[in-house]
């Protein structure tokens, strides 16, 4: 229970004014910092729903896979500059943010990863390095300015961060040929 409270405090530390306003000021913090932050808080607080709803979770959750669908629609969604621009620029979008990104993508990822076979949690993470790529060759590429409350080299920045976290999966899914886990367990 206390993963749970440190959840909880964590996420009420990330709610503060002034955390906000410093998570929010530069764009890469905002995406690679900030938005995966309030998704820990979720995974941290995901035992209280585990617990309090444990049908809940048997009967729509039974294999992982609607849980890990729910997380990569959220993330994904979160990865479209309009909603990151709209979220600084309109409260219902923010308190949305605020929401959707530790209780439908945080919880659902840690009830799902532990129920997903091998083939689900490695098309997981090949989904990922493929939108992560594809975003960062947009926001690295793109003439113009995709969202309004950031300058474009801060755009760039972003651009270049989506790519490394893009060669970091790259790199383990490679590994994943050369070295059988099963060897560490």
Not at 43 to 51: D, E, H, I, T
Not at 53 to 75: D, E, W
Not at 87 to 98: D, G, R, S, Y
Not at 100 to 119: E, I, Q, Y
Request: glycine share 6%; proline share 6%.
């Amino acid at each position: 229970m206390t993963q749970v409270i440190a959840g909880l405090v964590f996420y009420l530390f990330l709610m503060l004014p002034p955390v906000v306003e410093l998570l929010e000021s530069i764009m890469i913090i905002h995406m690679h910092m900030q938005m995966p932050l309030l998704v820990v808080a979720g995974f941290l607080m995901a035992p209280l729903f585990q617990k309090k709803f444990p049908s809940f979770f048997a009967k729509y959750n039974m294999n992982g896979i609607p849980g890990i669908l729910l997380f990569m629609i959220i993330m994904f969604f979160w990865n479209i500059p309009r909603a990151m621009d709209e979220a600084l620029t309109i409260p219902l979008v923010e308190i949305f943010k605020f929401i959707s990104l530790p209780f439908l993508a945080g919880v659902p990822l840690r009830d799902s990863w532990n129920k997903l076979t091998t083939k689900w949690k490695n098309g997981t993470l090949l989904m990922f390095l493929i939108v992560y790529t594809g975003t960062g060759i947009l926001y690295i590429a793109s003439p113009v300015q995709l969202c309004n409350n950031y300058l474009v080299k801060e755009q760039i920045t972003l651009g270049w961060g989506f790519i490394t976290v893009a060669a970091a999966i790259l790199i383990y899914l490679i590994q994943l040929f050369f070295v059988n886990p099963s060897d560490y367990e």
